[in-house]
T-cell receptor, first 118, second 111 residues
């Protein structure tokens, strides 16, 4: 099946620093990628929809200047958490949708990135 | 944001039991539905798609009831390895068909 690679899987950083997370579709092209955040015992919360070659669409309550998303190619989307604070500590997961004619295909997930901000 | 609701559980069942979960959705225009499985501190993995005609894969059966706007997952002959959180995902129309997750139902299968 399709593979989505997410890196790094785990990162610890100091408060105030920025962290970049990469999401790559390895064997398929993904015009749309989704970024989710999951706090312990909570569901995955959609942060933003990343479209190749255009600006990301952010969900209500997600600060676009804090969570910078770049989707420069059909196989790579990046999420940068700028000026990270302890409350940003979470599990961040990207997913890419396999292209189907009606745009409702299966989602493939990256392995997730566990961010801890000290 | 339209809602997808699941009973968080946990459902605590013995090995060999049959267990069923439901997931309700609020947007009648929803197009496609999936069940994902998520193990602790791991990414979700697709368990099965849910078709209008129902879908069976071994011990797992998924069904869609559009009239009542819910999907279900039935697990027969539960195994210890079935212990996980089961997430339902509903694709809502709107731009790129945004996949929306329920909060998940926790299943614990004990010996």
């Amino acid at each position: 099946g399709a593979v989505v690679s997410q890196h790094p899987s785990r990162v610890i950083c100091k408060s105030g620093t920025s962290v970049k997370i990469e999401c790559r579709s390895l064997d398929f092209q993904a015009t749309t990628m989704f970024w989710y955040r999951q706090f312990p015992k909570q569901s995955l919360m959609l942060m933003a929809t990343s479209n190749e070659g255009s600006k990301a669409t952010y969900e209500q309550g997600v600060e676009k200047d804090k969570f910078l998303i770049n989707h420069a190619s059909l196989t790579l989307s990046t999420l940068t958490v700028t000026s990270a604070h302890p409350e940003d500590s979470s599990f961040y997961i990207c997913s890419a949708r396999a292209i189907t004619g009606d745009n409702t295909g299966e989602l493939f997930f990256g392995e997730g990135s566990r961010l801890t901000v000290l | 944001r339209k809602e997808v609701e699941q009973d968080p559980g946990p459902f605590n069942v013995p090995e060999g039991a049959t267990v069923a979960f439901n997931c309700t959705y609020s947007n009648s225009a929803s197009q496609s539905f999936f069940w994902y499985r998520q193990d602790c501190r791991k990414e979700p993995k697709l368990l099965m798609s849910v078709y209008s005609s129902g879908n069976e894969d071994g011990r797992f059966t998924a069904q869609l009831n559009r009239a009542s706007q819910y999907i279900s997952l039935l697990i027969r002959d539960s195994k210890l390895s079935d212990s996980a959180t089961y997430l339902c995902v509903v694709n809502y129309p709107g731009g790129s068909y945004i996949p929306t997750f329920g909060r998940g139902t926790s299943l614990i299968v004990h010996p």
